[in-house]
């Protein structure tokens, strides 16, 4: 059975860092575009970041450029959100998602995994 599970997410100060993880279980991660989204209460789940397959393309969205970092590593079956000087308005659920196709549109992405909270105090 298909499965994403992410880790990583708490409580940080604005300016500080976290690392979150998504373990992807059931073959749905080699092949796929691993993508991270986040929602924030009352609003709608946004793209944040994506990563192809081959590790070669990424597409970030402009909130987060220069701040936060997509890797994978497909001998572990895991991607990775690096995020840096955090801001009270990147709190929110981030969300690991997995797709067969290159996009930003979250109706794109198949699976989706529980989320992780990250909360950003000013």
């Known amino acids: 059975q298909a499965q994403l599970v992410e880790s990583g997410g708490g409580l940080v100060q604005a300016g500080g860092s976290l690392r979150l993880s998504c373990a992807s279980s059931?073959?749905?991660?080699?092949?796929?575009?691993m993508g991270w989204f986040r929602q924030a209460p009352g609003k709608e789940r946004e793209f944040v970041v994506a990563?192809?397959?081959?590790?070669?393309?990424?597409n970030y969205a402009r909130s987060v450029q220069g701040r936060f970092t997509i890797s994978r590593d497909n001998a572990r079956n895991t991607v990775y959100l690096q995020m840096n000087s955090l801001k009270p308005e990147d709190t929110a659920v981030y969300y690991c998602?997995?797709?067969?196709?290159?996009?930003?549109?979250?109706?794109?992405?198949?699976?989706w995994g529980q989320g992780t909270q990250v909360t950003v105090s000013s």
């Open positions: 998602a997995a797709s067969n196709l290159w996009s930003t549109n979250v109706n794109s992405y198949a699976y």
């Open positions: 059931g073959g749905i991660f080699t092949n796929y575009v």
């Open positions: 990563i192809d397959s081959s590790h070669i393309a990424t």
